[in-house]
C-alpha cells in the first residue's frame, strides 16, 4: 500500500483565510493514539498558543478542530507516519504536498514548530525566525521544538515574535 493510500494519522485543519497554519514533522506516538496535535502531556505546544497570545483561552488538545475559530490551522510533513523524527522514514516527509495544501488555502503565515520540519520543507539550514523566502503570498517561520524530548533547544522568544507578526496582520 503506497504512502498515499493510507488515511492521515491526523486529518489536517486548514481553510482558506487562516491568518497561521503550524506545521510539525509527524506527529508523536501519544498524539497519535489519543488522535490529537500535540497531546503528549510535556509538550508545550497548547500552553505556548495561549501564553504568547495567540490563544485568548487555554486549549486541551483534543479541541485541536476548534483552531479555525482563531484563525489558525494544524498540518504535518509526515501525514501517515507517526514518531520521533529520527524514526521516520526516509520518504516520509512530502513536500509537494505541504506546498499545494498552501498554495491552496494560502494562509498568511506557515510556522514551522522544529527546525527539522523547516529544513526538511525548504531543503536548506533554517534559523530561527522569520525566513527570507515565501511560498507564494505566505511567508515562512521557523520556531523551537515545543516537543519535551527537544527541551535543551527550547526558548520561547521566536514564539512570542510569531505572535506579534500575526497580530499585525489583524
Known sequence: MSKHARPPVLPDVLEPGLRLVLCGTAPSRISAARGAYYANPGNYFWR????VGLLPQPLPAGAF????EFG?????????HSGNDDQLPADAFDV?????KIARHAPCVLAFTS?????????????YGAQSVRWGETALW???SPSGQARRFW??????ALARAVHALR
Not at 48 to 51: E, I
Not at 72 to 80: E, M, R, S, V
Open 155 to 160: 526558548d520561547e522568544t521566536p514564539w512570542h
Open 115 to 127: 527546525k527539522n520540519a523547516a529544513q526538511a520543507a525548504l531543503g536548506a539550514r533554517a534559523a
Open 72 to 80: 489558525l490551522g494544524l498540518t504535518d510533513l509526515a501525514k501517515h
Open 48 to 51: 505556548t498558543l495561549h501564553a
Open 96 to 100: 509537494p504536498a505541504l506546498r499545494r
Open 142 to 144: 521557523v520556531l523551537p
Open 65 to 68: 478542530r476548534r483552531l479555525p
